[in-house]
């Protein structure tokens, strides 16, 4: 498995250049370009779903997740001072982290408007409304109605709010989850 | 390791015992495996190491764990 993600991880550096010269070449004039633009695309095409299998890999994997991101994420345990830090720091991460989704969960399901009244529909002689409501959708509504998609991962994009709601969740469950097993290994 | 509110300060000997060795922060680093960083921090006493650190410290010391934390200013 290790070695498997390893050759996706080398493939996908080794092969961004390429990615980009196809995405450059655009539409090839002469037949040589045409050539190299059709080799390009297969690599394009292969490169995109190892990223996918690459992506999925970091979501399921802790080892990987471990080894790809703690890079990006800056941490630094060399020693036990560096690895309480890292605990601190993650700690209020983890809380600020969390109280932002909730606002932009709010927000994602709260709706303020104010509406201008129709002549003759005043009420008490004003002329707007307010509207508060909340709204939550599962899946994104599809705007495009006159397109003639039969299907596409846009025909079940999740909404804004059902986004947020599952990043509070994992954050959440990822959370109790390894505090559990590291309990159950300390006792 | 925090220091829970209420409890003793932990002061230790660490610099005194480590420039009459004649030994760098680098060295001490080195020998009980952590970083210059966390040493310095020591000193100063902005970090109170957890048991297994003072126990590495105490036995390159050669003496107890008493004789280089101990409760105080």
């Known amino acids: 498995m290790n070695r498997f993600v390893r050759y996706i991880k080398t493939y996908l550096i080794l092969g961004l250049p390429l990615v980009i010269a196809c995405i450059l070449l655009g539409t090839p004039k002469t037949n040589f370009l045409k050539m190299v633009q059709d080799a390009l695309s297969w690599n394009l095409m292969f490169w995109f779903l190892m ?3 690459f992506l999925v890999t970091l979501v399921v994997s802790a080892n990987t997740r471990e080894k790809a991101l703690t890079r990006i ?34 927000f994602s399901i709260f709706s303020v408007g104010i509406y201008r009244l129709p002549e003759g529909k005043t009420i008490n002689g004003k002329h707007h409304a307010l509207n508060i409501g909340l709204n939550y959708n599962f899946f994104d509504s599809n705007k495009d109605s006159d397109s003639t998609l039969v299907y596409g991962t846009q025909t079940f994009a999740l909404s804004k709010a059902t986004i947020i709601l599952m990043l509070i969740s994992w954050q959440l469950s990822v959370f109790n989850v390894t505090a559990r097993r590291e309990i159950g290994k300390a006792s | 390791m925090p220091r829970i509110e209420g409890t003793p300060s932990i002061s230790n000997c660490i610099q005194k015992l480590r420039q009459i060795n004649g030994l760098t922060q680098e060295d001490l680093a ?10 310095i921090a020591l000193e100063k006493g902005n970090y109170n190491p957890s048991l297994e650190l003072a126990f590495r410290i105490a036995k390159f010391f050669k003496t107890d764990i008493q004789k280089i934390f101990y409760i105080g200013d």
Do not use: C, H, P
């Open chain 1, 51 to 53: 990223l996918i299998l």
């Open chain 1, 73 to 106: 994420a800056n941490l630094k345990e060399r020693d036990e001072r560096e690895q309480f830090i890292t605990g601190k720091a993650s700690r209020i991460t983890y809380i600020a982290n969390l109280s932002m989704l909730i606002l932009l969960f709010f």
């Open chain 2, 30 to 39: 080195k020998a009980v495996q952590v970083t210059r960083a966390t040493i």
